[in-house]
């Protein structure tokens, strides 16, 4: 079993920044990419940012250049930069992690996710 923890959402004003964190903990597990989607009501979940084992990265359209999203191999955990927030980067962020567990089977989890609200 793993399960992913996230911290750091919360209410913030335009232009302002929140580092978002998510740790991923249980036994006999590897991760292969860590990242972050976000939700709001009536829509989809969408990619935020994603980062794989090796370093590298994919961003949506509307976060890159403001988001950075980076990687503790050793801590199992992934972190999201976000700076500039908008209005419309309201929403509910979610961690997503690929895992392979020891028996080789391999799954995703979730985290519960944490609220972002961008407001004045």
């Known amino acids: 079993q793993v399960q992913l923890v996230e911290s750091g959402g919360g209410l913030v004003q335009p232009g302002g920044s929140l580092r978002l964190s998510c740790a991923a903990s249980?036994?006999?597990?590897?991760?292969?990419?860590m990242g972050w989607y976000r939700q709001t009501p009536g829509k989809q979940r969408a990619l935020v940012a994603s980062v794989t084992s090796g370093g590298f990265t994919n961003y949506g359209d509307s976060v890159k250049d403001r988001f950075t999203i980076s990687r503790d191999n050793a801590k199992s955990t992934v972190y999201l930069q976000m700076n500039a927030l908008k209005p419309e980067d309201t929403a509910v962020y979610y961690c997503?992690?690929?895992?392979?567990?020891?028996?080789?089977?391999?799954?995703?989890?979730w985290g519960q996710g944490t609220q972002v609200t961008v407001s004045s």
């Open positions: 249980g036994t006999d597990f590897s991760i292969n990419s």
């Open positions: 997503n992690a690929w895992i392979t567990a020891a028996d080789g089977r391999g799954f995703a989890t």
